[in-house]
């Protein structure tokens, strides 16, 4: 597959944003995001449109005013992770170390790999995943699913920045499942974002504040043939100093081997993680692109759409 010069231009423009803030402390990027948000929230119609629709289908008894404070709130903070990527992926990894004040539940993990077993640690897309991934690919043997980037420029500058704390990427295909089934027998971690739409026939409908959302079924297939121990982590902004880590025993439902039952307790991970600062969601995800109506074949299916 080729990319058009357009394509390159801005893939060009991306990276040099990212090396350029690489080593800003995350005060600075802050500062910056405070900046930038109002902007996006401005000038990107799709983000605003779709954070508003997915704030009203999780907080349904919140007022109109507050959940646009949360929308505004969130859009900054969604700004903040797309300015922190350089640090994350790029800066000196002494101070992205430093930059992480704060570990919670860590015992989650050392007693998993105490016992033997692996950990498959689900990271939904709260504050900045790719701090926690820097953080777990340092401490622990870390494998986790990759997909590369629309803009394939990117593709080795991503890899390279996932990859720099010795953390091994795996395609997202049964090659990839395969390479995740053995790290977890070799008793290692694991990670797999919970939040992601899979596509027609990798998923299950399943609650996501209390409406269907069509979740993936890897996680009881892995836990299945490895007895593994899931754990939710995020790394939760804490503005203008640093990120605290949060690591919370999972909901006891996703190690059934009912599909359905597992995936709901999925989705109550990520509930869980979401309550710990609702505005550090990337709320402008479509999670409830995919409806039960279409999967039925129902002709009026459009009448549901959110979107």
């Known amino acids: 597959m080729t990319q058009d010069s357009d394509g390159r231009l801005q893939a060009r423009l991306i990276a040099g944003l990212w090396r350029t ?4 402390r995350p005060a600075a990027l802050w500062r910056l995001s405070r900046l930038v948000g109002p902007l996006v929230q401005v000038g990107s119609r799709r983000e605003r449109r779709v954070t508003r629709i997915n704030l009203a289908q999780a907080y349904p008894d919140y007022s109109e005013t507050v959940r646009r404070r949360l929308a505004r709130r969130s859009l900054i903070h969604s700004s903040a992770t797309m300015l922190e990527l350089g640090m994350a992926w790029m800066g000196d990894p002494e101070k992205v170390e430093a930059s992480i004040l704060e570990v919670h539940g ?3 993990l050392d007693e998993a790999r105490a016992e ?3 950990v498959i640690v689900l990271a939904p897309h709260f504050g900045n995943w790719e701090v926690l991934n820097f953080w777990l690919s340092g401490h622990f043997p870390f494998t986790a699913m990759y997909e590369p980037p629309k803009l394939l420029d990117l593709d080795p500058i991503i890899r390279k920045g996932r990859e720099r704390r010795g953390a091994e990427l795996v395609p997202t295909n049964p090659r990839g499942v395969a390479a995740l089934l053995k790290a977890l027998k070799r008793g290692e971690t694991v990670g797999i974002l919970p939040d992601q739409t899979p596509g027609w026939g990798s998923g299950v409908f399943a609650p996501f504040f209390g409406r269907p959302a069509y979740t993936a079924t890897l996680l009881p297939k892995l836990v299945a043939r490895t007895e593994a121990r899931v754990v939710t982590g995020v790394a939760r902004r804490l503005p203008g100093q640093g990120f605290a880590l949060h690591f919370l025993a999972a909901d006891e ?5 009912d599909e359905a039952v597992s995936a709901a307790g999925v989705n109550a991970c990520v509930e869980a993680a979401i309550a710990l600062d609702p505005v550090q969601y990337q709320w402008e995800y479509k999670r409830y692109g995919k409806i039960p109506e279409r999967l039925e074949g129902r002709p009026d299916w ?3 759409r959110l979107y």
């Open 21 to 24: 803030l690489a080593n800003w």
């Open 106 to 108: 860590r015992e989650l």
């Open 116 to 118: 033997g077993r692996g």
């Open 253 to 257: 439902r996703v190690y059934s081997a």
């Open 302 to 304: 459009k009448r549901y």
